[in-house]
C-alpha cells in the first residue's frame, strides 16, 4: 500500500476535528495549506551544465504568527509530503505554544551527489526565487533534511543582499558566530528524550532500566541517542543510511552502543563505516533489523511511513514505547494496533518539537541581541516540552483517546481561537 503523508495528515486532523465538535468554517481552512509555492531553480554545475531543479515552500497557516518550519533537501521530495510537513509544524508550533504558524519547504535534488559550491547556488536559487515571500515577520526557514546551518547561512546571506540590510531572523538554526543559539543543533533530539523522561517517570518506568532501538543516525537521531544513554538508557541497536550501498543496515551491539564513538565513525555522507564498527564489535544486520529489536523503546528518527500495519506484527513483544522522533513515522493505521498492544507513542509533532522551541529562542535571543548560556537554552526548552507533555498526557488520560489525539486537539483548539479573533472563520 502507497502511503500519502498528507492523506494521513488530513485522516489524522479529520478524526481529532470530529473528536473536537470542530466547526466547519475552521474544518475548511485547517484541513489545507494557505498559500503554495511551486517554482525552479536554474543553477549552474560544476561542469558547466545547467540544472533545474523543483522546489517548494508551502504555508500551511500563520494565524498564530509567521509561517516557520524547515527546508529539505531530498531527491524523493513531493508536493504532498511537503503539505503534510507543513500542516505539522501549525498543529508543533501550536501544542509547545511558541507564537509561531506552520510552513514547510523542499527542493528534488539529492545534495550527497552535488558539491558545496552547486548547493550554495541553490541555496541562493532558492531565495531569490522566493525572498518577497520570506521575512522575520512573514515565513522563517529552518535546517530539516539534509541541510545545515550551512544551507541556511547562504540563504540569509543573499535575502540580506536583496533586501539591503541585515535580517538575522530570516531563517534559524545558525551557526554561533552569526547570530545562532547555544544547544539548537541537539534541540530537536534533546527534546525527544525530554518527552520520553516525562513519559517514563509518569509511567513510573526507570529510564536506567530500559533499552532502545533506533532508527536514523543524523541529527535527530544521534542527539536523541546521546541524552538518552546520559540518562542511563541503553541503545542496543541503530539503523543507518549507507550512500555507498544504497541501503540502510542496523549497528547492534547487545551491552549498548557507544554513540559518540558511532558518531566519530561516520562518513562525510552521515553513513556509518561497516568495517569499523564491525571492528568495534557491533553486528552488521539488515537496515529493517532494527524494528524487530527487542528492546523497551523504539525511536523511529529517520523518514515518514516507517512503521506500517504489514510490519507491526515484527515488532517485539516488549517494546513498551514508540517515540516519534521522525515526522510521520508511524501511519495512522497503526493506532489501533499500538492501543491493542498497550504501547504508548509520543505523537510526531510533540515528540518532535525541540526544534522549533529552540528556533523560537534562536529568534528571541536575536531580537535582544543577546544571548543565553547552553545551561539556560536547555533549561527553557525542557520546561517547555515539559508543559506540553503534560499537557497532552494529562487530556489524553482524561478523555481515554492516544496521545496523538490529545496533542492534535490542544493544537486544533489553539490555531481555531486565533483564525476566529482574527475574524478569518464566523
Ligand atoms: N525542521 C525542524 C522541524 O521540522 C525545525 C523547524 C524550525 O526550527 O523551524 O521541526
Same mark, same amino acid.
Given at each position: 500500500m502507497q502511503y500519502n503523508p498528507f492523506e494521513n495528515a488530513q485522516a489524522q486532523f479529520d478524526k481529532a476535528a470530529r473528536e473536537l465538535g470542530l466547526d466547519q468554517g475552521s474544518r475548511a481552512l485547517l484541513r489545507r495549506p494557505m498559500k503554495e509555492f511551486h517554482f525552479t531553480i536554474p543553477v549552474k554545475m560544476d561542469d558547466g551544465g545547467t540544472e533545474v531543479f523543483q522546489a517548494f515552500r508551502i504555508k500551511h497557516n500563520d494565524a498564530r504568527g509567521p509561517a516557520k518550519g524547515g527546508i529539505r533537501f531530498h531527491p524523493h521530495e513531493t508536493a504532498d509530503t511537503v503539505r503534510a510537513l507543513a500542516m505539522w509544524m501549525t498543529w508543533k508550533c501550536a501544542v509547545v505554544d511558541v507564537p509561531l504558524g506552520g510552513g514547510k519547504g523542499g527542493v528534488i535534488c539529492d545534495p550527497r551527489e552535488m558539491s558545496p559550491g552547486e548547493q550554495e547556488r541553490l541555496c541562493r536559487g532558492y531565495v531569490r526565487q522566493l525572498y518577497n515571500q520570506l521575512g522575520p515577520n512573514v515565513d522563517v526557514p529552518a535546517p530539516d533534511m539534509m541541510t545545515s546551518s550551512q544551507h541556511m547561512i547562504w540563504m540569509l546571506d543573499e535575502y540580506e543582499v536583496l533586501m539591503g540590510g541585515r535580517y538575522? !531572523?530570516?531563517? /534559524?538554526? @545558525?551557526p554561533l558566530a552569526l547570530g545562532g543559539s547555544l544547544g539548537r543543533n541537539g534541540a530537536t533530539g534533546f527534546g525527544v528524550v525530554y518527552c520520553l523522561r516525562d513519559l517514563l517517570r509518569a509511567e513510573g518506568i526507570d529510564i536506567k532500566a530500559t533499552t532502545a532501538s533506533v532508527q536514523g543516525f543524523g541529527n535527530v537521531a544521534e542527539h536523541a541517542a546521546r541524552l538518552y544513554t546520559e540518562l #542511563? !538508557?541503553?541503545?542496543t541497536a541503530v539503523s543507518c543510511w549507507n550512500q555507498a550501498d544504497r541501503r540502510a543496515y542496523t549497528f547492534r551491539k547487545k551491552e549498548g552502543c557507544h554513540i559518540a564513538a558511532l558518531a566519530e565513525i561516520k562518513d562525510h555522507f552521515g553513513s556509518i563505516d561497516k568495517t569499523k564498527a564491525r571492528a568495534m564489535g557491533y553486528e552488521v544486520l539488515p537496515g529493517d533489523a532494527w524494528l524487530c529489536e527487542e528492546a523497551d523503546i523504539l525511536i523511529p %528518527? %529517520?523518514?515518514? +511511513?516507517?512503521? /506500517?500495519p504489514a510490519v507491526? !506484527?515484527?515488532?517485539? @513483544? =516488549?517494546? =513498551?514505547v514508540i517515540c516519534e %522522533?521522525? +515526522? #510521520?513515522?508511524?501511519?495512522?493505521?497503526c493506532d489501533p494496533l499500538a492501543l491493542e498492544r498497550g504501547i504508548l507513542l509520543i505523537p510526531d509533532f510533540l515528540c518532535n518539537a525541540g526544534g522549533v522551541t529552540c528556533s523560537y529562542l534562536e529568534q528571541v535571543q536575536c531580537n535582544m541581541n543577546y544571548f543565553w548560556s547552553l545551561e539556560e537554552v536547555l533549561e527553557k526548552l525542557s520546561s517547555a516540552m515539559s508543559k506540553a507533555f503534560a499537557a497532552v498526557y494529562g487530556l489524553a488520560g482524561e478523555r481515554g483517546v492516544l496521545m496523538r489525539d490529545a496533542a492534535y486537539m490542544i493544537a486544533i483548539e489553539r490555531v481555531r481561537d486565533a483564525v476566529k479573533m482574527r475574524g478569518w472563520v464566523s
Amino acid at each position: 500500500m502507497q502511503y500519502n503523508p498528507f492523506e494521513n495528515a488530513q485522516a489524522q486532523f479529520d478524526k481529532a476535528a470530529r473528536e473536537l465538535g470542530l466547526d466547519q468554517g475552521s474544518r475548511a481552512l485547517l484541513r489545507r495549506p494557505m498559500k503554495e509555492f511551486h517554482f525552479t531553480i536554474p543553477v549552474k554545475m560544476d561542469d558547466g551544465g545547467t540544472e533545474v531543479f523543483q522546489a517548494f515552500r508551502i504555508k500551511h497557516n500563520d494565524a498564530r504568527g509567521p509561517a516557520k518550519g524547515g527546508i529539505r533537501f531530498h531527491p524523493h521530495e513531493t508536493a504532498d509530503t511537503v503539505r503534510a510537513l507543513a500542516m505539522w509544524m501549525t498543529w508543533k508550533c501550536a501544542v509547545v505554544d511558541v507564537p509561531l504558524g506552520g510552513g514547510k519547504g523542499g527542493v528534488i535534488c539529492d545534495p550527497r551527489e552535488m558539491s558545496p559550491g552547486e548547493q550554495e547556488r541553490l541555496c541562493r536559487g532558492y531565495v531569490r526565487q522566493l525572498y518577497n515571500q520570506l521575512g522575520p515577520n512573514v515565513d522563517v526557514p529552518a535546517p530539516d533534511m539534509m541541510t545545515s546551518s550551512q544551507h541556511m547561512i547562504w540563504m540569509l546571506d543573499e535575502y540580506e543582499v536583496l533586501m539591503g540590510g541585515r535580517y538575522p !531572523g530570516v531563517v /534559524t538554526g @545558525k551557526p554561533l558566530a552569526l547570530g545562532g543559539s547555544l544547544g539548537r543543533n541537539g534541540a530537536t533530539g534533546f527534546g525527544v528524550v525530554y518527552c520520553l523522561r516525562d513519559l517514563l517517570r509518569a509511567e513510573g518506568i526507570d529510564i536506567k532500566a530500559t533499552t532502545a532501538s533506533v532508527q536514523g543516525f543524523g541529527n535527530v537521531a544521534e542527539h536523541a541517542a546521546r541524552l538518552y544513554t546520559e540518562l #542511563g !538508557g541503553t541503545v542496543t541497536a541503530v539503523s543507518c543510511w549507507n550512500q555507498a550501498d544504497r541501503r540502510a543496515y542496523t549497528f547492534r551491539k547487545k551491552e549498548g552502543c557507544h554513540i559518540a564513538a558511532l558518531a566519530e565513525i561516520k562518513d562525510h555522507f552521515g553513513s556509518i563505516d561497516k568495517t569499523k564498527a564491525r571492528a568495534m564489535g557491533y553486528e552488521v544486520l539488515p537496515g529493517d533489523a532494527w524494528l524487530c529489536e527487542e528492546a523497551d523503546i523504539l525511536i523511529p %528518527a %529517520a523518514l515518514e +511511513n516507517q512503521i /506500517t500495519p504489514a510490519v507491526f !506484527g515484527s515488532i517485539s @513483544k =516488549r517494546v =513498551r514505547v514508540i517515540c516519534e %522522533a521522525a +515526522n #510521520g513515522p508511524v501511519t495512522p493505521d497503526c493506532d489501533p494496533l499500538a492501543l491493542e498492544r498497550g504501547i504508548l507513542l509520543i505523537p510526531d509533532f510533540l515528540c518532535n518539537a525541540g526544534g522549533v522551541t529552540c528556533s523560537y529562542l534562536e529568534q528571541v535571543q536575536c531580537n535582544m541581541n543577546y544571548f543565553w548560556s547552553l545551561e539556560e537554552v536547555l533549561e527553557k526548552l525542557s520546561s517547555a516540552m515539559s508543559k506540553a507533555f503534560a499537557a497532552v498526557y494529562g487530556l489524553a488520560g482524561e478523555r481515554g483517546v492516544l496521545m496523538r489525539d490529545a496533542a492534535y486537539m490542544i493544537a486544533i483548539e489553539r490555531v481555531r481561537d486565533a483564525v476566529k479573533m482574527r475574524g478569518w472563520v464566523s
